[in-house]
Nanobody, 120 residues
Framework: QLQASGGGLVQAGGSLRPSCLAS????????MGWFRQAPGKEREFVAA????????YYTDSVKGRFTTSRDNAKNTLYLQMNSLKPEDTANYYCAEKIRSGPLRSSYDSWGQGTQVTVSS
């Protein structure tokens, strides 16, 4: 089970750090990722990290502003979001990918979203 939290309302230029707790896990996934969905738009990939090696991958629009990390001992995924923009406003979801493969797609489990709202 994936439980995301840590969203909120912030002004443009501010920061947030959502987290995602993976409970009941009996194995290590290949990777975990963050996706977001704004009203009226399709869900889009944001960032991902391979669980064992910590290799990260970002969509172009967040490179240099967002950083994803994980705490293996706590089974927790993080997304440090800096220099937030109004266009970052969305519901942010965490997801788990069991098998190796491209990090932008084919995730197996999803958490509920946490809302991030950036005011101008």
């Amino acid at each position: 089970q994936l439980q995301a939290s840590g969203g909120g309302l912030v002004q443009a230029g501010g920061s947030l750090r959502p987290s995602c707790l993976a409970s009941g896990r009996t194995f290590s996934p290949y990777a975990m990722g963050w996706f977001r969905q704004a009203p009226g738009k399709e869900r889009e990939f944001v960032a991902a990290i391979t669980w064992r090696t910590g290799i990260t991958y970002y969509t172009d629009s967040v490179k240099g502003r967002f950083t994803t990390s994980r705490d293996n001992a706590k089974n927790t995924l993080y997304l440090q979001m800096n220099s937030l923009k109004p266009e970052d406003t969305a519901n942010y979801y965490c997801a788990e990918k069991i098998r190796s493969g491209p990090l932008r797609s084919s995730y197996d489990s999803w958490g509920q979203g946490t809302q991030v709202t950036v005011s101008s």
